[in-house]
């Protein structure tokens, strides 16, 4: 499956974003997916996972009750709405797929996408 993100930019503390990430390929609802992020300097980091269906959710303890992730599989796209951004969010955030595990280890997604840049003024 190949990952498509997009949705990043610029936005003041506090403003809102939603990230979308768009697979090509079928059965994109056999997948887990999942966010990441990534700021200059630091390693990558869990942000949200949802599982096939939609059913159940992970979220980071930063992304608790600010972000929101969701998924729509007969557009083959998840989502990633974030409120209350604050400029320590600001980094590139990575969609990501696996076959098996809503997890929040990097390593264990198979796919991924290319980065969209998320910058949050303050």
């Known amino acids: 499956v190949q990952l498509q993100a997009s949705g990043g930019g610029l936005v003041q503390a506090g403003g809102s974003l939603r990230l979308s990430c768009t697979a090509s390929g079928r059965a994109f609802g056999n997948y887990v997916m999942g966010w990441f992020r990534q700021a200059p300097g630091k390693e990558r980091e869990f942000v949200a996972a949802?599982?096939?269906?939609?059913?159940?959710?992970r979220y980071a303890d930063s992304a608790k009750d600010r972000f929101t992730i969701s998924r729509d599989n007969a557009k083959n796209t998840v989502y990633l709405q974030m409120n209350s951004l604050k400029p320590e969010d600001t980094a590139d955030y990575y969609c990501?797929?696996?076959?098996?595990?809503?997890?929040?280890?990097?390593?264990?997604?198979?796919?991924w996408g290319q980065g969209t840049q998320v910058t949050v003024s303050s």
């Open positions: 990501a797929a696996n076959l098996d595990l809503l997890t929040t280890t990097h390593d264990l997604y198979d796919y």
């Open positions: 949802i599982s096939w269906l939609g059913g159940s959710t």
